[in-house]
């Protein structure tokens, strides 16, 4: 059987944004780019060392109809919500959480003054999960699979399946997630090839944060800040720039369902939106 590498699509550059009570952030998803990144909506990095950038966190805010992403590369974070939950997010820690009928979080920073960096992540649910009890999952660093490269680099297997160059499957802590995505952050030293064969009939992003990766056989490069899809094709292959590459993997099966956006809450009509801002406004959207 032939294999077709994947090509890059349409590439995204990331906007700087404010969201939450000031924090500053880099998004190059938004859920206007649906049903592009399907069932992906939106990504988020947050970056700093100054603390004026990300002081203010993430005060208590509603969710409806999909699933958040917390990923922590440097510093630490508390998440709290209106079911009792409460997580102390670290370095290499994830939170995901199923906003399902509705959730009321927050995500604060626990320090004050260093470099604070990580990323959030909204996955769409499908129609019929929308109203489900909303679910909370935190994971330490030690919880992920890490799989060193030959010739150096390392992927983490944050959810879903890898398998190695030798056959031996490493599997994500993240689970029972209906659209089965594979999450890996790849690091990748100079010059350095990589590739992984992937459904076809899956949606595949690539998001850079650091240095420049080349991606398919045309040879194109995603510098940092940059989200690329990747289209047509059964594998995809990288390989890394001069001083090296590292980014985030999201590959899954798209829900092919329209998705509405309002704020804080992803549904599929504009009326169960509307029905959402009178579900917080009346106190009920937890019920």
Not at 54 to 63: Q, T
Not at 246 to 268: R, S, T, W
């Amino acid at each position: 059987m032939n294999t077709r590498i994947r090509s890059l699509g349409q590439v995204i550059a990331a906007q700087t944004v404010t969201d939450g009570a000031g924090v500053k952030l880099k998004r190059s998803l938004s859920p206007v780019h649906y049903p592009l990144c399907d069932p992906f909506l939106l990504l988020d990095e947050f970056a700093s060392d100054e603390s004026a950038d990300y002081c203010g966190g993430f005060p208590a805010h509603p969710h409806r109809g999909f699933e958040t992403v917390t990923y922590l590369l440097q510093g630490a974070m508390q998440h709290q919500d209106h079911l009792g939950n409460s997580g102390h997010l670290r370095a290499g820690g994830v939170q995901w959480m199923r906003a399902g009928r509705g959730i009321i979080h927050s995500e604060m920073p626990e320090q004050e003054q260093g470099r604070l960096h990580g990323f959030q992540l909204w996955i769409n649910l499908p129609a019929r999960e929308k109203y489900t009890p909303p679910r909370y999952q935190d994971f330490s660093a030690a919880d992920f699979p890490r799989v060193s490269l030959e010739g150096g680099g390392q992927i983490t297997v944050l959810a879903g399946q890898f398998t190695d160059a030798d056959g031996n499957r490493y599997h994500g802590a993240v689970t029972n997630i209906h659209t089965q995505p594979l999450f890996l952050e790849i690091v990748l030293v100079a010059g350095q090839p990589f590739s992984l064969s992937l459904p076809t009939d899956h949606t595949v992003l690539f998001y850079v944060y650091e240095g420049a990766v080349r991606v398919g056989v045309e040879g194109t490069f995603l510098t940092a800040g940059q989200i690329g899809q990747l289209v047509d094709g059964s594998e995809v292959r990288w390989s890394a720039g001069a001083e090296g590459g590292k980014g985030l993997l999201l590959a899954a099966a798209p829900l092919g369902e329209a998705a509405v956006h309002g704020g804080p809450f992803v549904m599929n009509t504009q009326e169960q939106i509307d029905q959402a801002f009178r579900d917080y406004r009346e106190g009920v959207l937890t019920a």
